[in-house]
């Protein structure tokens, strides 16, 4: 049995998928504009985008042959009980206030 909790903590442990998220909170970004923000290969961002969004945690839409990611607000706890949901939305909502560089 898969713990969510566990499985979100162990997601939001690597400061380059917070990054990602970081990036992505506000506008939609494709994956060369992710790495380049968040400092990775653009591979090593491909791959974290892949985790955050089997996870739920992001959105990605077609436009012409780029794929742009986006932030899935609130959305990615559904399948967690609800006073972890209420832990979740805090995060979001502290982690929306983060200052980003650049």
């Known amino acids: 049995m898969n713990d ?35 400092g990775v290969a653009i591979s090593t961002a491909s791959h974290h985008l892949d985790r955050l969004l089997d996870a739920g945690m992001v959105q990605v839409r077609r436009r012409g042959r780029r794929r742009v990611y986006r932030l899935a607000k609130r959305r990615w706890f559904v399948n967690t009980d609800e006073s972890w949901g209420a832990a979740a939305d805090l995060l979001i909502d502290r982690a929306e206030m983060v200052p980003r560089e650049g």
Not at 26 to 32: A, E, I, S, Y
């Open 4 to 38: 969510p909790v566990l499985e979100l903590a162990q997601l939001l442990a690597c400061p380059a998928r917070l990054a990602a998220l970081r990036a992505v909170a506000d506008r939609g970004l494709d994956v060369t504009e992710i790495a380049r923000v968040t």
